[in-house]
């Protein structure tokens, strides 16, 4: 299990005084939330804590930015984000505890407050930690994705900075905003008709509108996700896009722990994309300087198979294969 500081005692403490005051008689869900702090700032999103003043407890806030604040598509987004994160209740994803508008009108929702750190800090001191702790943490990712893909919920940004591990052993998948959800008859999201809020990988593919600009790519008409841990088939804006897009992900954020870095090699951007498209990732074992199971090193790279027919079909096959012996094959 990995070790971390405990979380401050002013969010973590109970105190009777707080338990036992007062309801308001009359609730003004304006002044419900109070001591904003600023945690992160993401492309078009804004992440707060705040105390919530009804339940005495602090929370995680998040917004867009107010340069998007009146973007009726991106607004869509953030209520759709909302809504997936708080229909997969699992213990691997952060509870949702509001969705609703502040006084200007804009939306946001409300998440528990969750300390700890991204695996993608964990991975910058890679030194401290072992491969079982690593494989501890991507085997309760590896659930979440069982349990959203049974549900019709394809995640598309899984990488190290979107896996947080707190510090009593608790591990959570974070940032459903890219999430594409099946409809009950088996097909995606449809466009922006009659209101409703396209799925932008169909649209793109539609216009031919990728567009290239940075190691994250979001937004419409562009590939959705990180690049050095995308799918081929998310690059290429495939419609059909499906689960097994994030069994290539996890494939690739595992061959990080097997090996300390990504799949992809280049410098720039139109390098990393023209590998993920092109190249057959070396093997961990040649790379690592530690020795690598080859049972974890045949899922990571069955997982990075270009065609998605070539992979797992499903996670429950990744998490079975994850649960055998592997540590086995380091003593021999």
């Given amino acids: 299990m990995l070790n971390f500081p405990e979380p401050p005692k002013s969010y973590s403490s109970v105190f009777l005084e707080e338990t036992d005051k007062p309801l308001p008689q009359k ?8 001591f904003f702090s600023t945690i992160a700032t993401g492309g078009k999103s804004l992440i707060k804590s705040c105390k919530d003043l009804h339940l005495s407890r602090f929370v995680c806030y998040k917004t867009l930015r107010p ?19 708080a229909m997969l209740q699992h213990p691997n994803t952060v509870p949702t505890y ?15 407050l969750v300390h700890g750190y991204t695996l993608r800090e964990i991975f910058d001191f890679r030194e401290r930690y072992d491969l079982t702790q690593f494989m501890e943490v ?8 069982e349990y959203a893909h049974n ?18 052993g608790e591990v959570l998948l974070l940032d459903w905003g890219l999430a594409k959800v099946w409809h009950p008859d ?16 169909a649209v793109a593919a539609e216009t031919g509108s990728l567009t290239i600009e940075d190691i ?24 059909s896009i499906d689960h097994r897009t994030d069994i290539y992900s996890l494939g690739a954020v595992l061959y990080e722990a097997l090996c300390g870095r990504a799949p992809p090699v280049g410098e720039k951007m139109h390098h990393i994309i023209a590998s993920t498209l092109n190249d057959n ?3 961990p074992s040649r790379i690592s300087k530690q020795p690598v199971p080859p049972l974890l090193e045949e899922i990571a790279m069955r997982c990075l198979a270009k065609d998605p027919a070539e992979r797992y079909s499903t996670m429950g096959q990744v998490i079975r294969l994850m649960h055998q012996d592997w540590r086995s094959d380091l003593a021999r």
């Fill in 281 to 283: 990732p070396e093997l």
């Fill in 186 to 201: 088996g097909k995606g999201a449809q466009a922006l008709r009659a209101g409703k809020l396209q799925d932008e990988d």
């Fill in 67 to 85: 340069e998007f604040a009146d973007n009726e598509v991106e607004q869509k987004r953030l209520i759709r984000e909302a809504r997936v994160t």
């Fill in 98 to 112: 509001e969705l609703s508008r502040d006084a200007r009108g804009n939306p946001y929702f409300t998440m528990k």
């Fill in 216 to 239: 994250t790519l979001t937004g419409q008409g562009k590939a959705q996700g990180s690049a050095l841990y995308m799918s081929p088939e998310q690059i290429n804006l495939d419609p």
């Fill in 151 to 168: 549900h019709g919920v394809a995640h598309r940004d899984i990488k190290p900075e979107n896996i947080l591990a707190g510090p009593f």
């Fill in 138 to 145: 991507l085997m309760q990712v590896a659930y979440a994705l």
């Fill in 27 to 34: 609730i003004d869900p304006r002044t419900r939330y109070a």
